[in-house]
C-alpha cells in the first residue's frame, strides 16, 4: 500500500529536540535528534525546531502538517507555552507563531505529554481503547485524557495534570502547591529519596536500580517496588471512579521496572477501585517508547493540516 | 412567552417518588410527589412510576419526554438498573422497558446524581458553566460530570464516582471496597461519627446538628466543620487538576452547613490546587434544592424525546 499522508512530530525536550516523520498508519519513516540549545533561550530554541523542520522536509516534501509538543503548560488555542519547567524564563511564549512564519507547514503546539497520550492511542499499547488514560511517570508524572478519539484539554487547556491527584490529604508537601500527591511520591526525585531510605543504599540513584537489585533478589527492593505500584494503583483507583475508562497506559522512565510494578499496580486497583469497573479496566505499559511523544506530535501534526 | 415544551422528570428515591413537570427554559410547572412502594418490589415501583406520570399527562398532555432519575449503577444504554443501593433485591432490572410499556411517551433511565448534576448546569448554579462538576454530599456522595453540554458517562455508564476519589491511599476502608474514599469521611453516617469524637457530643445526629452548634459560637463545631471542608477541598484540587473545569456545584444535605463549609472547601482548593486553575475555578452551592433531581430527569426527558 503506498503511503497517502504523513505528518512531522517534534518532541521538544530539555536536552534535545526527537523528531520523527510518521505516516498516517504510525509507520515512522525518519527520525531526526538534535540538541536543544544550552542557551534555551527562545529564538535559539526556535532555529533549532527550524532547522530540524527544512530538514525533514527537504527529504519529505509532502509533509502534511507538523505537531509541536512542549513540556510546560500550554494555552487553549495551543499557540503559547504560558510556563514551561524546561524553560524556567519562558512565559506566555507564543512559539507556534514564531515558528510558523519560518516554515511553509501548519503547525500546531500541544502538551507534550498529551502528545505521548494521543500516540499510545493512535498507534501503541492504547490503541482501541476509548476511553483511555495515559500515566508517563518519569522526573514528574504527566498524563492525557482521551474522549472520544481526542484530546481532553479542559477549560484553559490545563486538564489532565494526573500527577497531581493527592493520594494523601495529609501527605508531604509537592512542589505544586498541593500535599501528597502522587508524583510526590513516584517522581523520581521522591522515587529515589524514598527508595535510599527504605533499602538503607545511598548508590541508588533511579527507579531502574531498584528494579535491578529486586531483579537480583533483593527482597527490600522488590516490596519497595510493589509499594511504589500500590501508591499509584491507588491514583489509578480514583481515576477509574471518575472516567470509567477501557484503559490506562503507563509509560516512563519508571514504567521500565517492569512485571513487579505493572503486578502491584494492577493489584492495588483491583482492591481499590469499583469491582465493577476494575474488573474490566485495561493497565498496559506503553509500546512506543521514547518516540512516543514525537508520534503522538505527528498526530497532533495531522490535525494541524485539517484545522488550519 | 408562551411554554413551547415540557418534560417529565421523576426522582426515584427510597421513600419517595418526586416529579416535576418542567418548561423547556426550567420553570417548574407543577411538582407531584409519591410514595415509595414499601415493599420495594420492582413490580409496585412501575406501578407507582405509571400512576405518577398517568397524574402528570392527564393535566399536562403535550410532556414531550419523560426522564427517571435512579440512585444506583445504571447501564450504558440508559435501560437498566445493574444495580442499586436503596433497592439490594434488584439486579440488572430493565425498569425503562417495564415502565415504557404501559404509558405513552419516550421514557429514558439516569443516575440520579447524574440528573442532580444535568439540572443544576442546566437551570441552577453551573448555568453557562462548561466543563462542570457537580457533587451530591448526603448519606453517601454521588457525582456528575458535564463535558461539552452534556453528562459524561464513560465505558459502561458508571462514570463519576467522585465521592470514591481516595483522598489517603492509607485511610479506613470504605463499604466500596477502597481505602480513605472522600466518602468515608463526609457521608453521613461517617460525618456523625467523626463529629462525635471530635466534640465528645453523642447527641449530633446529623451534619445539620454540627452547622448549628457551630452557628452557636461553639469553637469545636466549626473546627470540626472546617476540617471536614479542607477535606472535600482535597478531593476537589485532585478533580481540578484532572478536569481543569470552569465550575464545581455541590449539593445534598451537608452542603447546607453554608458559609463557613463552603469557605473552607475553597480555601482548601487555593491552597492544593494549581494557582493557575484555582484562581478561576467557581465552587458554588447548588440552587435548585430537592427538586434539582427530578428537574434534571426532566432535562433527560427533553433528550428522551430526540432519541426516541
Known amino acids: 500500500m503506498p503511503i497517502s499522508h504523513y505528518a512531522l512530530g517534534l518532541d521538544l525536550g530539555g536536552t534535545a529536540i526527537k523528531a520523527a516523520v510518521v505516516s498516517d498508519s504510525g509507520e515512522?519513516?525518519?527520525?531526526?535528534?538534535?540538541?536543544?540549545?544550552?542557551?534555551r533561550a527562545?529564538?535559539?530554541?526556535?532555529?533549532?525546531?527550524?532547522?530540524?523542520?527544512?530538514?525533514?522536509?527537504?527529504?519529505?516534501?509532502?509533509?502534511?502538517?507538523?505537531?509541536?509538543?512542549?513540556?510546560?503548560?500550554?494555552?487553549?488555542?495551543r499557540r503559547m507555552i504560558r510556563s514551561s519547567p524546561n524553560f524556567p524564563t519562558w512565559v506566555n511564549v507564543p512559539l507556534s507563531g514564531l515558528i510558523s512564519s519560518r516554515i511553509e507547514r501548519p503547525i500546531r503546539l500541544e502538551n507534550d505529554v498529551n502528545c505521548f497520550a494521543l500516540g499510545e492511542y493512535r498507534w501503541g499499547a492504547g490503541r482501541g481503547f476509548d476511553p483511555m488514560l495515559a500515566l508517563a511517570v518519569g522526573t514528574g508524572i504527566g498524563g492525557g485524557i482521551i474522549l472520544n478519539g481526542e484530546l481532553y484539554r479542559g477549560d484553559s487547556g490545563a486538564?489532565?495534570?494526573?500527577?497531581?491527584?493527592?493520594v494523601d490529604f495529609n501527605g508531604p508537601k509537592c512542589p505544586c502547591g498541593g500535599y501528597g500527591c502522587v508524583?510526590?511520591?513516584?517522581?523520581?526525585?521522591?522515587?529515589?529519596e524514598y527508595a535510599r531510605t527504605a533499602l538503607k543504599d545511598e548508590s541508588i540513584a533511579s527507579p531502574k536500580d531498584v528494579s535491578d537489585l529486586a531483579e537480583k533478589g533483593n527482597k527490600k527492593a522488590l516490596e519497595f517496588i510493589q509499594r511504589q505500584g500500590e501508591i499509584l494503583g491507588a491514583a489509578c483507583a480514583?481515576?477509574?471512579?471518575?472516567f470509567d475508562p477501557?484503559?490506562?497506559?503507563?509509560?516512563g522512565g519508571t514504567a521500565q521496572?517492569?512485571?513487579?510494578?505493572?503486578?502491584s499496580i494492577r493489584d492495588s486497583v483491583k482492591s481499590r477501585a469499583y469491582p465493577e469497573l476494575s474488573q474490566k479496566v485495561n493497565i498496559l505499559p506503553a509500546q512506543l517508547g521514547i518516540l512516543a511523544g514525537a508520534m503522538g506530535a505527528a498526530a497532533i501534526g495531522f490535525e494541524a493540516r485539517r484545522n488550519k
Do not use: M
Not at 486538564?159 to 493527592?166: D, F, P, T
Open 42 to 77: 527562545v529564538g535559539d530554541v526556535v532555529a533549532a525546531i527550524v532547522d530540524v523542520v527544512n530538514r525533514a522536509v527537504k527529504t519529505w516534501s509532502d509533509i502534511v502538517g507538523i505537531g509541536l509538543g512542549s513540556p510546560g503548560l500550554v494555552d487553549k488555542k
Open 246 to 251: 477501557q484503559a490506562i497506559v503507563i509509560g
Open 183 to 192: 508524583e510526590r511520591y513516584l517522581g523520581n526525585r521522591w522515587f529515589v
Open 28 to 39: 515512522v519513516l525518519e527520525q531526526i535528534q538534535q540538541e536543544t540549545p544550552g542557551s
Open 257 to 263: 521496572c517492569g512485571e513487579p510494578f505493572f503486578r
Open 159 to 166: 486538564a489532565g495534570e494526573l500527577g497531581h491527584i493527592s
Open 238 to 242: 480514583s481515576l477509574i471512579n471518575i
